[in-house]
């Protein structure tokens, strides 16, 4: 049985993680869904070089087209779900700080609307 991805949304509506696949060029955002779709079938058991464990609960999901390096973070979620909470393109070896901060903040908001 697959996990069920779901975009994180803001309580304004927005989705970060949708939007940043949105800003994608074509061959990017293909490859991005393609990796969504593995973790979709594979949940935590998917490692690198497509998805990497970065501390707090959050993962990174790693797409790579030539030099173009893009990252969609995600947490598991409670009933076999995976929150897409952002992305951004990688512009050196480490994780913009801010980029992890805003995924461990949109989980904490989520699990708070869910009560948990």
Do not use: C, Q, W
Not at 3 to 32: C, H, Q, W
Not at 40 to 61: H, Q, T
């Amino acid at each position: 049985m697959d996990f069920e991805i779901i975009f994180y949304d803001k309580s304004d509506g927005t989705e970060p993680a949708k939007e940043f696949l949105d800003s994608l060029n074509v061959k990017m955002r293909a490859k991005m869904v393609r990796e969504i779709e593995l973790l979709a079938v594979n949940g935590p058991e998917l490692r690198e070089p497509y998805s990497k464990a970065i501390g707090d609960g959050i993962f990174e999901l790693r797409a790579k087209m030539g030099s173009d390096i893009s990252r969609v973070l995600h947490f598991f979620f409670i009933g076999r779900k995976i929150i897409l909470t952002n992305g951004f393109i990688k512009k050196s070896n480490r994780t913009p700080p801010g980029e992890k901060d805003k995924a461990i903040k949109y989980r904490a908001e989520y699990m708070s609307r869910k009560e948990l």
